[in-house]
């Protein structure tokens, strides 16, 4: 952002000023700290993506954007492959690489607890939906 001297300078989004209109997937709610909607970033989207207990994304990918996720709190499970019957686990402190166009679930594993990831990705937040599964082709997943 430019002041009225056009220095550049930090850009802050406070806690509870974060932006809610961006892309969504079914239970995973994503809220942006950093994105080309209400910074002057260009290239990166930052933000926050949290699962209730027993919640999920619908299937989706991103399109041409590289995903790097970071577990903070909880108990992940992304399922992609075919007809989603493949799986890798995740906790508190893990990160992971998305590739573009990869067809994925991501899940809270745990029925009590939220499950937050902090999420980057480039160029912004592209969410593609795809049809929804039904939950018993996911393997080990419950709602209770």
């Given at each position: 952002?430019?002041?009225?001297?056009?220095?550049?300078?930090?850009?802050?989004?406070?806690?509870?000023?974060?932006?809610?209109?961006?892309?969504?997937?079914?239970?995973?709610?994503?809220?942006?700290?950093?994105?080309?909607?209400?910074?002057?970033?260009?290239?990166?989207?930052?933000?926050?993506?949290?699962?209730?207990?027993?919640?999920?994304?619908?299937?989706?990918?991103?399109?041409?954007?590289?995903?790097?996720?970071?577990?903070?709190?909880g108990i992940a499970r992304i399922y992609f492959g075919e007809n989603y019957s493949e799986y890798i686990d995740l906790s508190e402190g893990d990160f992971v690489f998305v590739p573009p166009y990869m067809p994925h679930v991501e899940v809270n594993m745990s029925t009590t607890d939220e499950l937050v990831w902090l999420t980057a990705r480039t160029p912004d937040n592209i969410v593609v939906n795809l049809p929804d599964v039904d939950d018993s082709i996911l393997e080990g997943f419950s709602r209770r």
């Open positions: 952002m430019t002041t009225s001297t056009d220095r550049v300078v930090p850009v802050v989004t406070r806690k509870g000023s974060e932006a809610a209109d961006t892309g969504q997937s079914g239970g995973a709610v994503r809220i942006s700290g950093v994105s080309i909607g209400h910074t002057p970033a260009t290239k990166i989207w930052f933000g926050k993506v949290s699962n209730e207990p027993g919640y999920r994304s619908l299937p989706h990918h991103h399109g041409e954007a590289e995903t790097g996720g970071y577990v903070l709190t």
